[in-house]
């Protein structure tokens, strides 16, 4: 049909057939997402990878030991920090999202991943204040570096790696490392806006 002619039909219809139309147009584009929509797995049973993972597992595979794929991020806060409420915000972050408690395993030759339980994240915090100020910023980079370089054990180990710096009452880093194969740009995002909503939540 000519897109004029459709336009002029349009136009002639009723204002209670329009409406109609527009009912029964919505009606369709409902079913055609619910039919394109891939369902909630309901099961914590093993899955097999993307291609993508695949490709990450096996060069993980490769070299077990290279912290090539850790992606990180450090942040200088100022200001007071409640680390209770900071914890608990990690923890529920990791709850939430399997993809961090997600680890690949070998079955009958084959990679696959499996969603273990909830489990706490480690925040480890370590005081730099009674360092020299001289010495203090050297001695954070290199416990950064330490983390930021350690490898994954990708069949055992939470997806999500995190350190605190305490450099002064009111000064803190907080370091967060993932791996590529559970992260990329766009879930980093999603990362960041949930914790900052969690941690203003528990405040």
């Known amino acids: 049909m000519n897109p004029n002619d459709f336009t002029e039909r349009l136009a002639k219809l009723s204002p209670a057939k329009r409406t109609l139309l527009e009912l029964r147009l919505q009606q369709k584009a409902a ?12 099961t914590r049973a093993s899955a097999p990878l993307s291609f993508a993972q695949q490709r990450l597992w096996f060069l993980n595979q490769l070299e077990p030991a290279s912290p090539i794929y850790n992606e990180s991020r450090a942040i200088r ?8 409420s900071l914890q608990k915000s990690l923890d529920r972050i990791v709850a939430r999202h399997d993809v961090l408690r997600t680890n690949f395993i070998t079955l009958d030759g084959n990679p696959q991943q499996t969603i273990t339980d909830s489990r706490a994240v480690e925040l480890p915090v370590i005081d730099l204040r009674s360092c020299r100020d001289i010495d203090r910023e050297s001695e954070a980079h ?25 450099l002064a009452e009111q000064e803190h880093i907080l370091l967060f490392v993932q791996h590529h194969i559970a992260s990329d740009g766009w879930s ?14 528990f405040l």
């Open 31 to 42: 079913a055609d997402s619910v039919r394109h929509t891939i369902p909630r797995s309901t």
């Open 77 to 84: 806060l100022r200001g007071s920090l409640d680390v209770e």
């Open 142 to 166: 290199r416990l950064l570096t330490d983390v930021i370089r350690r490898p994954f054990d990708l069949s055992r180990d939470l997806l999500l790696r995190v350190l605190l710096l305490r």
């Open 188 to 201: 980093t995002s999603i990362f960041w806006r949930e914790l900052t909503a969690l941690y203003e939540a």
